[in-house]
């Protein structure tokens, strides 16, 4: 059975920092595009960023320079790292596994989530 687990999400002082984990059972994170999506309260659910199958990652325009993305293969989790936190940030973060392999590619995983506010 897959999950997808996000943790690391909390309460943040603006211009602090934050990593989010999302640890991954069930499959394989190197089988699947790893995405990072965040919700704000009344917007729609906003991509950030993703790992794909071969380790390259990719940011958001919107958010490059303050988030990046990184890989614990050994232990299936994939965090992303949050710098410089302001206000917008706030919101529901949520990664996704979205399979690339012909035998998966109709696999779509999410997490629960993890709040991050950002308040001083």
């Known amino acids: 059975q897959v999950q997808i687990v996000e943790s690391g999400g909390g309460l943040v002082q603006p211009g602090g920092s934050l990593r989010l984990s999302c640890e991954a059972s069930?499959?394989?994170?190197?089988?699947?595009?790893m995405n990072w999506y965040r919700e704000a309260p009344g917007k729609v659910r906003e991509w950030v960023g993703a790992?794909?199958?071969?380790?390259?990652?990719s940011i958001a325009n919107s958010v490059k320079g303050r988030f990046a993305i990184s890989t614990n293969n050994a232990e299936n989790t994939v965090y992303l790292q949050i710098s410089n936190l302001n206000p917008e940030d706030t919101g529901v973060y949520y990664c996704?596994?979205?399979?690339?392999?012909?035998?998966?590619?109709?696999?779509?995983?999410w997490g629960q989530g993890t709040q991050v506010t950002v308040s001083s």
């Open positions: 996704n596994a979205h399979g690339v392999h012909i035998w998966n590619r109709n696999a779509d995983y």
């Open positions: 069930g499959l394989h994170t190197s089988d699947y595009v």
């Open positions: 790992r794909a199958n071969d380790g390259s990652t």
